[in-house]
C-alpha cells in the first residue's frame, strides 16, 4: 500500500532534499504538495490542517531558512511530524507475567479479519515464549468458530469452544479453563456485526467486565479508509479501546487509516496485518512506516524478516555446504521457501530505501520462483539429493508432475549448477558468506 503518497513524498525529498538553499516559498510549494497528497490518500481534514500547520510553522523558523543543510533539515521536520502522527514510539502489549493470565479482547466488523488475525497473534505470542489459548467466542458468524478451530490446529494453539449460544458464558469458562490448564493468555474472538449495533456492544460490554482485558483490540480493515476511523472512534466511545489492528495493510489502500487513526482516537496500531500467511502480522513501529513513506526504506524490518527465516545452526550447515560444494536441490528448495516466509517480493522492495514506488507488482515476475519450486517439489528425495541421476526419462516425469516443460526443468538444474558454483566461490570470502547467511540465504 501506500505507492502514491510514497511516490508524491519521494519527489519532495530528491527535489527539496539537496537544496543548499531553500526559501519560503520553497516551502509553501512542498507543503502545499503534501496536503494534496495526504488529502488524495484519505486522511482526515483535520489532521491534514494540523500537520501542515505544525509543518510550516516549524519549516519556516530560523533553524531550517539558516541551516547548513536546509533540504534535509526541512525533510527530518517532515518525517518527524509523520511519526507525530502515526504514533511517535512503538506500542507493546500490556501483558501481565507468565504466573497469571492476561485477556485480549478482540472485537469489530464482520470482514475486517479479526478471527484470522487472532490467530495471527496467537502464533506470534507462542513463538516469544507464552501459552495462549483462543476462545471462539463469536457465535453469530456460520463457520467463525470452525475457522477458528482450523487455525488453531494449524498454528499449534488450542481453542476453547462451547455448544452454546450465550458468548459471555463461553467467554467465563474459557477464563477458568485457561486458569486450571496453565494458559498465561486468553485470545477473545467476539461476534462481529456488518455495522455497529447495540447487540454487539451489550455482548462484549459484558464480556469486558467479566473478564477485565488487558487489552481491548479493534481489527480494522485499512481498506475502508475514513470508515475504520470512524468505526474506531465510534466503538472507542462505546466500548473504550487500548489498541489497534489494521488488515490489509499489504492492499491498494490509501493509507488514510493507518495515517489518522492515532490522531482521530488516540488509541496506539499495535499491529498491521501485511499478508494471508498466519506469519503475516508485524508489530507497527511509526518511525519505520514514515521512514517507508518517504521513500527512504525500512533495512531494520527487512532484516528482521530474513532473521526470523533462518535458524543460526542451518545457517553455519549451509555455509559449510556451499565449502564442499555438497548443496543440493532440497537446500535449495528450503531456501526458496525461506524466500517466501519473508512476504511479497513487493513489500520488500518497498523496505528498500528508493526502491518503493518504483517498480509496479504487476510488474514483478513472481512465477518463475513458483515454478521452481514446483519442479524441486516433484523430484523424489534421491533426485534432491544428487542431480547427476536426473536424465532425459526423470526430467519428462518431473516436467510432468510440476505442470511445466522439459525445457524448464533442464533450465532449472542448469541454474542450480551455476548457484553451486558462485556459492563455493563465496564460501571463501569469509566476509561475503557472512553478508548472505545474515540475509538469509537470499543467493538466488
Do not use: W
Given at each position: 500500500?501506500?505507492e502514491?503518497?510514497?511516490g ?12 543548499s ?7 509553501e510549494d512542498a507543503?502545499?504538495?503534501?496536503k494534496?497528497?495526504l488529502?488524495e490518500a ?6 491534514v490542517?494540523?500537520?501542515?500547520n ?9 533553524k531550517v531558512l539558516?541551516?547548513v543543510?536546509p533540504?534535509?533539515q526541512?525533510?527530518?521536520i517532515?518525517?518527524d511530524?509523520?511519526?507525530a502522527?502515526?504514533?511517535?514510539e512503538?506500542?507493546e502489549?500490556?501483558?501481565?507475567g ?11 466488523l464482520?470482514?475486517s479479519?479479526?478471527?484470522t ?6 502464533a506470534?505470542?507462542l513463538r516469544e515464549g507464552r ?5 471462539a467466542?463469536?457465535l453469530?458468524r456460520?463457520a ?7 487455525l488453531g490446529?494449524?498454528i ?5 469452544r462451547?455448544e ?10 474459557a477464563?477458568?479453563?485457561a486458569?486450571?490448564n ?6 477473545v474472538d467476539t ?5 455497529i449495533d447495540?447487540?454487539?456492544v ?9 473478564l477485565?482485558?488487558v ?5 480494522a ?8 476511523v470512524?468505526i474506531a472512534k465510534t ?8 489498541g489497534?489492528?489494521l488488515?490489509?495493510f ?9 495515517l489518522s487513526?492515532?490522531?482521530?482516537t488516540?488509541k496506539p496500531i499495535?499491529?498491521?496485518?501485511v499478508?494471508?500467511?498466519?506469519d503475516?502480522?508485524e508489530?507497527f ?8 513513506i ?7 524490518s ?5 532473521q ?8 553455519a550447515e549451509?555455509?559449510?555446504k556451499?565449502a ?8 535449495m528448495l528450503?531456501q526458496l521457501e525461506r524466500?517466501?516466509?519473508?512476504g511479497s517480493?513487493?513489500s520488500?522492495?518497498d523496505m528498500?530505501?528508493g526502491?518503493a514506488?518504483?517498480?509496479n ?5 513472481t ?10 517439489q ?9 542431480h547427476?541421476?536426473i536424465?532425459?526419462s ?5 516436467a ?13 538444474i ?7 558454483q558462485?556459492m563455493?566461490?563465496m564460501?571463501?570470502?569469509?566476509g561475503m558468506a557472512?553478508?548472505m547467511m545474515?540475509?538469509?540465504g537470499?543467493g538466488?
Open positions: 500500500m501506500l502514491k503518497l510514497t508524491t513524498f519521494s519527489d519532495i525529498v530528491r527535489r527539496i532534499g539537496g537544496k538553499q531553500i526559501s519560503e516559498k520553497n516551502i507543503v502545499e504538495e503534501i494534496i497528497a488529502l484519505d486522511v482526515n481534514l483535520r489532521v490542517r494540523r500537520f501542515v505544525a509543518t510550516i510553522e516549524e519549516a519556516k523558523g530560523e539558516r541551516a543543510d533540504g534535509q526541512f525533510i527530518k517532515v518525517h511530524r509523520i511519526v502522527l502515526l504514533g511517535d512503538r506500542q502489549l500490556r501483558l501481565k507468565p504466573d497469571t493470565q492476561s485477556v485480549i479482547l478482540f472485537l469489530g464482520q470482514g479479519g479479526k478471527t488475525s487472532a490467530a495471527k497473534l496467537a506470534r505470542l501459552k495462549p489459548l483462543l476462545a467466542c463469536d453469530v456460520p467463525a468458530i470452525e475457522q477458528l478451530c482450523v490446529e494449524k499449534g494453539v488450542s481453542v476453547y462451547e452454546s449460544r450465550d458468548a459471555l458464558k463461553v467467554a467465563k469458562n477464563l477458568v479453563h486458569k486450571k496453565g494458559f498465561d493468555t486468553l485470545i461476534a462481529g456485526r456488518l455495522q447495540e447487540a454487539m451489550g455482548e462484549i460490554v459484558a464480556i469486558q467486565k467479566a477485565s482485558p487489552e481491548t483490540v479493534l481489527v480493515d485499512a481498506m475502508t479508509g475514513q470508515n475504520a470512524d466503538f472507542d466511545e462505546k466500548v473504550g479501546l487500548t489497534i489492528i488488515t490489509k499489504d492492499s491498494d489502500a490509501r493509507g488514510g487509516a493507518a487513526l492515532r490522531s482521530i488516540g499495535l499491529f498491521i496485518g499478508g494471508e500467511n498466519i503475516d502480522l508489530p513501529y511509526p518511525d519505520r512506516l514514515a521512514g517507508r518517504l521513500g527512504m526504506g525500512d533495512i531494520v527487512l532484516v528482521e524478516k530474513a526470523e527465516t533462518i535458524d543460526v545452526k542451518e545457517a549451509l555455509q559449510k556451499m564442499k560444494e555438497t548443496f543440493d536441490l532440497q537446500d528450503d524466500v517466501d516466509k519473508m517480493i513487493q520488500m522492495l528498500i530505501p526502491m514506488g518504483q517498480i507488482e504487476e510488474d514483478l515476475d512465477s518463475a520462483l513458483k515454478s521452481q519450486k514446483a519442479i524441486i516433484s523430484m523424489s528425495k534421491k533426485e534432491r539429493g544428487n547427476l541421476i536424465g532425459p526423470r526430467r519428462k516425469r518431473i510432468r508432475g510440476s505442470g511445466t516443460s522439459v525445457g524448464e526443468v533442464n533450465k532449472l542448469k541454474q542450480f549448477v551455476k548457484t553451486r558462485t563455493r566461490k564460501s571463501k570470502n569469509k557472512a553478508k545474515g540475509m538469509g537470499l538466488f
